[in-house]
């Protein structure tokens, strides 16, 4: 599919799946992989990932454990042009791998290769190949050129012929432990730890379900945080003192907040100029289009005004009552 990510990642990239990552990284740094691998497990665990980070160690020209990520051979991984890298990804109405795509990559293999340079050919959901596909791959599994390191990927053992199997070392990946995804949710992709440990919970081990629960519990904290800000823009006292006390000690919590106010103030400015301008939170009601206490006419003033808050922020100024003086003022309660 056209949309995925190209990717060159280093072993230390990917979350869990240590035991398989120990062994390819061992294969790499003797310089010995198995011509074949059969990557297992269900959809969203980092099959491919996996089989990603193998190749761009093997084409690393640096560094023989792990991809440098800086190397021309790195680089053109990651732009999906290094020309010893195949990958072959389901296709055509039927979304099944064809055998002609099988062709075409034998065709590609029977170019001669560079002297000492490895090549790698990754098959995603191996398990769409039919039989004539499989059979025509089968034929590379038996004799491999020289220097070629083919990975397939797929959901079971059983969707390939036994005679395919039997050629490539099978690898199964196993779920990935709750502590190390919610970890690595944190790390890698920003998210706050309530909503990191929420969502790896719910995602028995698989890394692509957590960051899908990871996206609907973001969704959701973000509408909490819009009703609360709005419900405190119109002088809700009550929402007011909640915004406080939820950035009292908070620098990087009140950051984002004032960033949300400056989103707000945006959306207002646009509601109040009927221009039909496309707003930033344009699923929240149209009641953020009149601010209670603040004229339109004060809205562009407020933006500026917070961008110095922001940086007071950076000053060591107390977060709450930053925050405290900021709504005062806007729902015209201190002047
Ligand atoms: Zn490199």
Redesign the pocket.
Known sequence: MDDRPLTAPHWSEIVGHSRVVSALSRAVVADRPHHAYLLLGPVGLGKMTVARALAAALL????RDG?????P??SKVRQGMHTALHEIVPGGKSNTIQVDQIQEIQRKLSYRRLQGAWRVVLVDDAGTMNETAQNKLLKTLEEPPEGTVLVLCALHPAQLLQTVRSRCQKLSLGPVDDDALAAWLVNTHGAHAGAARAAAAGSQGIPGRALELLDMETAELRQVRLRHMIAALHGDEQAIAEQIRAVDRDLSGCADAFVLLQELLRDAMVLASESGARRIHADVDARVGQLQGLAPAHYAAWIDRIEVVQEMLSRNVHPGALMEDVLLRMTGRLT
């Open positions: 690393c020209e640096t560094q991809a440098c990520g800086a190397c051979g790195c």
